[in-house]
């Protein structure tokens, strides 16, 4: 049975119970279920804190794991990154009161706060520069206005929390973040494993894919494959009218009504767009 960790609360959960949904696996009935047997699938899923997920999947103890890629390599676990699950994008990155600091140098003596203590000692460590790190739990930001930190180092996702608290960040980003699938980093194949990350990635191609339909007059249909190419080649099919022919191509969803209007001026007509609900490419 595949074993996989599954994030129990925090920004993650819902969209990791979401896209495990979508891929054909059970979900938690409660939440405060922590073990789900999914029998159909031959899977159980394992709802843990998102930062101890490396640490059982680094062990083996677990086959994969959805986290943080902050949170992987603020373990220092043995893990790595199985695939990207597109959503949960931040940055971890540095902040402080303006003028304060302007990148990782200026940091040399400073007292730095923040919940991912690997991820604050490796940067300093590569930038040559020693500051003392004081480790919180959370609500980092507090901890300059309250004196315990001279600077912060934390998730930023829209900077809310940064401009409520008075601070700017500065500096290069540390990281960027999302949400990943994590596996041990000396596991062998495992079957199991590529189907679970096929049907993930059917479901992030999905989401970012919708097939488009129209009809077009025989001649054009060259120029019209060159605009919708589809993945390997659009499907053409005859129409009862012989002058004209019916295409079908997966697009990227971000580009579907630009490319509606390029195919209407080509003069392709009857354009509609369908969802897919899953796909195995
Ligand atoms: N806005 C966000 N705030 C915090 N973490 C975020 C955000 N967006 C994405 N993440 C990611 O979520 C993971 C942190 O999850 P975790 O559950 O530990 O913290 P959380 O979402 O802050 O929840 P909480 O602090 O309430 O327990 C990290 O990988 C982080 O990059
Ligand atoms: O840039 P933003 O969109 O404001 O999001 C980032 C903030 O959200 C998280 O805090 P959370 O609410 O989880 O509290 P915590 O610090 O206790 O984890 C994170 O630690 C940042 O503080
Ligand atoms: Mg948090």
Redesign the pocket.
């Known amino acids: 049975m595949l074993r996989v960790a599954m994030p129990n609360k925090?920004?993650l959960a819902e969209s990791a119970a979401e896209i495990m949904r979508e891929a054909g696996y059970r979900g938690r009935r409660e939440s405060k279920e922590l073990v789900v047997v999914d029998a159909d699938n031959d899977v159980e899923l394992f709802f843990l804190r998102p930062r101890d997920i490396a640490v059982y999947v680094g062990r083996g103890t677990l086959d994969v794991g959805i986290t943080g890629r902050d949170l992987l390599l603020d373990s220092g676990a043995p893990a790595i990154e199985a695939m990207q699950l597109g959503f949960g994008a931040?940055t971890f990155r540095y902040a402080a009161r303006p003028g304060v600091a302007c990148s990782v140098g200026d940091l040399a003596g400073k007292r730095v706060a923040t919940?991912f203590e690997g991820l604050v000692e490796s940067d300093l460590k590569n930038a040559g520069v020693e500051a003392s790190v004081v480790r919180l739990?959370?609500?980092?930001?507090t901890a300059v206005t309250l004196g315990v930190a001279d600077v912060i180092a934390?998730?930023?996702?829209?900077?809310?929390?940064?401009r409520n608290a008075g601070l700017e960040v500065f500096g290069e980003p540390i990281l960027k973040s999302e949400a990943v699938l994590i596996r041990p980093a000396e596991a062998g194949a495992n079957p199991a494993v590529d189907v679970l990350v096929r049907r993930l990635q059917g479901v992030l191609t999905a989401r970012d894919y919708v097939m488009l339909d129209y009809d077009i007059r025989k001649d054009l249909v060259e120029k019209a494959s060159a605009i919708t190419p589809g993945l390997e080649s659009p499907t053409i099919s005859p129409l009862h009218d012989p002058d004209y022919v019916a295409v079908r191509a997966m697009v990227p969803r971000k580009r579907t009504n630009a490319l509606m209007d390029e195919l209407y001026d080509l003069g392709a007509r009857a354009i509609l767009v369908t969802e897919i609900a899953a796909c195995r490419l």
């Open positions: 925090g920004s931040s919940s739990d959370g609500a980092v930001e934390d998730v930023v996702e829209t900077g809310t929390t940064l």
